[in-house]
């Protein structure tokens, strides 16, 4: 798998897709879809806005927008910030 080289641009479009391994499927029941939508709206939606989506049953698209430079660096932040307590003991 190569690296992507390219910089990630505050407010660009990115055409985001995915395919499952062989002809295995992605979402073999109808919940599946919804718990899908729901991780990706709690994933990206900080970062982008989901502008479309497509979900069929071996594959995915997405269209999205980068937030701007500000938004993206808070969320950067924020999610460090969770990364590095995440293991303390409490």
Not at 32 to 47: E, V
Not at 50 to 79: G, K
């Amino acid at each position: 798998m190569t690296a992507f080289k390219d910089p990630l641009l505050p407010g660009a479009l990115y055409h985001i897709f995915n395919r499952a391994v062989g002809r295995e499927q992605l979402f073999v029941q109808p919940g599946n879809y919804d718990f899908f939508f729901s991780k990706l709206q709690h994933h990206i939606a900080p970062c982008a806005q989901i502008l479309a989506y497509s979900f069929l049953p071996n594959h995915f698209h997405l269209m999205v927008r980068l937030n701007s430079e500000p938004e993206l660096l808070l969320q950067l932040q924020q999610h460090k910030r969770t990364l590095s307590t995440a293991n303390l003991p409490t």
